[in-house]
């Protein structure tokens, strides 16, 4: 209120020298201090006038039509500033009845902008609107949670691993989180698969396998494709076949919402959603949540302040740690402030705004991605200042969407979870003088360039906030020229990519995956280079002789059949065995898997992009993201068990989904069309899927219908509504890879 009198008084003064006919002095003149206090005196009172009498002025006008009341409400607005000039000591002010009417207008959209920007950062104040928006301005009453079935918010931080979080309470930087632990939520550690990457993770938890996905990006023989997680036409592939090979559409089939993910789900509610991003048309709702939240002028104004905010933050912060010599360290330049602003800014209350209008529209589960701490660490670390106050702004997103939740038409369990951690460390390049391409050539006896293009990140929010605004903008992604740069110029020479602190090498012109003995006939060099080299942790190639073997530096050779967590694999911790052992059973996996060399004494891997926090392969924190569940839900695994891998997550969330809404039944394969890959799409009856039960939220929720999802029959289902426990239908989880042997 301070603020927007001194900035009236300022606009009153700033009129009165511009406008003859407008005077805030007496006809001998004032010093300059009685003029200020006298347009001071005369703002107060517009302000305190428009506050009290205009509200009475309009709701007695309100049969007057919309067209005359609009006109109407100038010279009111006039009228109001004469009487304020009226009212001032010793009647200083004057005006003419016209000029009143400019400068009262004037007055106005002053006020009226500088309320709105000092409202930028108030979340209370934007919660408030929100609730107005919705018809939602009290909370929901306690005594009706226990006859309506709950929702489920699934709300994934993106990188925090489980040490970050931990630490980030116990220095209070979260203290949301720090309250939910207090009041009996339980944090469980859970541990990726090899390819410790959102692509992988998100895939495995959303749609239940993650089978095939060897790395952040690989090579495929078979069709010649580049595949990247976080392209859209890849993500769009990745959906499909994970669909297929689960006959199950997703975790959000059932009335659910994706927010910022890279895969649907198999939702219906969709919003900056990758897999979908490569569509074209009206239907690309993906789009329409993104222009949805910035079709509102205080949600632009809001995003749009932060946005530059972030970005003063991120020059200011790259500059102190250039003139501190911090290591490590990489370059911060180019597009990346802005990069960061919209990871940090945008998606977040793009994302955010998407879920709170889910909740009080009474979904049954909404999951939802928040990229901004995975992007600040790639580029300042998982450690440290940068990365402290992102936590504390996502803790602020938490506690909005958990106010929110009190208003909504139904009680809310809202789940936290991570994808993956990070690992610190220099990159490859800065500690060796070398690329792993560079070395990978150099094995080959290829020639090795002097001046090199750097590795490109493999960062997930630099490429989502392209195609996000490429796809805002129509404008399309030409897959064609993304892969031409990664993919060498003979088809002889090898492919090399990186994904954190895992490469993959692929030899193009091989049809097959090759074995040890025909690249040792090809190139001698190549693997003992590899594998002897100091940054490289161990090496992963097929054997005609041992089916599959372990590389080491000291010489090691073990088979996978006998690999345990022992031996060359010790340093990375339990579990590591079984990673490498799945992996390299998939189709796509590359002829040569090499994972870098890990420090347990500092946590620290070697990327080898350009990235000083990092994830994707083996090797400290990147391996443990986290879950933290309500009490009210059953515990994630018993008192000694582990949760291993995104498949397992999955299946954990799905159990808590049915133990809300009753069992889901899952869809039959043929039913999922290949784009989408979501049930039922195209069929009469398949729009989004009925849930809960009376009272959801919505007018057009209901009870389930049995035996139905998504419009499809299933057989042997009940004809009748479910009006009380049935047997649970079988659920298609993935089978095993000892199994499938």
Known sequence: MIAVWAVSTLTLLLLAGLLPDFQLQSPDGDSLTRTAITAAWAAGAFGLLGALVWPLLVRALLLVPALVLGLLGFFLNGSLLLVALWVTPDGRGAADPETAVVVAAVMSAVASATSTGLAVRDDDAYRRRLYRLTGRTRPRDPGDATETVPGTVFLQLDGVGHRVLRDAVADGLMPTVAAWLEAGHRLTPWHTDWSSQTGASQLGILHGSNEDVPAFRWYEKDTGRLMVSNRPASAVELQRRAVRRTGDGGLLTFDGASRGNLFSGGADQLALVLSVAARRGR?????????????????????????????????????????????????????????????????????????????LAGRTAVYADLVAYDEVAHHSGPHGRDTDQVLRRLDRAIALIADVAEHAPRPYRIVLLSDHGQSPGDTFESVYGLTLKDLVRAGCGLPVPRRVRRTRSGSEARDAARDALRGALHRPVDERDETARELPAKPSEPVVLASGNLGLVSFPDVPHRMTREEIDRRHPALLRTLAHHPGVGFVLVAS??????????????????????????????????????????????????????????????????????????????????????????????????????????????????????????????????????????????????????????????????????????????????????????????????????
Not at 320 to 328: F, H, I
């Open 544 to 741: 005609a002789e041992h089916g599959s073997v372990v590389l080491a530096g000291d010489g090691t050779e073990v088979p996978v059949a006998e690999l345990t967590d022992d031996g060359p694999l010790a340093v990375f911790g339990p579990g590591a065995a079984r990673a490498v052992r799945r992996t390299d059973g998939f189709p796509h996996v590359a002829d040569i898997m090499v994972n870098s060399v890990y420090d347990p004494g500092t946590g620290g891997v070697h990327a080898f992009e350009e990235q000083i926090g990092s994830h994707g392969g083996l090797g400290g924190e990147q391996s443990e993201p986290f879950l933290l569940s309500p009490p009210d839900l059953s515990p994630p695994v018993g008192e000694d068990g582990e949760l291993i891998g995104a498949e397992q997550v999955h299946r954990v969330l799905r159990r808590w989904l049915r133990e809300a809404s009753g069992p889901q039944v899952p869809v039959d394969t043929p039913a999922v069309p290949a784009v989408q890959g979501k049930p039922g799409a195209g069929r009469p009856g398949a729009g989004r899927p009925e849930t809960g039960r009376p009272g959801a939220g919505r007018p057009e929720t209901g009870r389930p219908e049995a035996g139905r999802l998504g419009g499809g029959p299933v057989d042997g289902a009940p004809d009748g509504p479910v009006r009380g426990p049935v047997r649970e239908p079988p659920v298609h989880e993935p089978v095993a890879r000892d199994e499938k042997r």
């Open 283 to 359: 239907r690309n709702r993906s789009r329409a949540g993104y222009f949805a939240y910035f079709s509102d002028p205080a949600n632009a104004v809001r995003t749009a302040g932060s946005f530059v905010t972030e970005c003063v933050r991120e020059v200011c912060q790259s500059t102190r740690a250039r003139l501190r010599r911090e290591t490590p360290g990489i370059s911060r330049g180019g597009t990346y402030p802005f990069v960061r602003a919209f990871a940090t800014v945008v998606e977040r209350d793009v994302v955010v705004a998407a879920v709170m209008g889910d909740m």
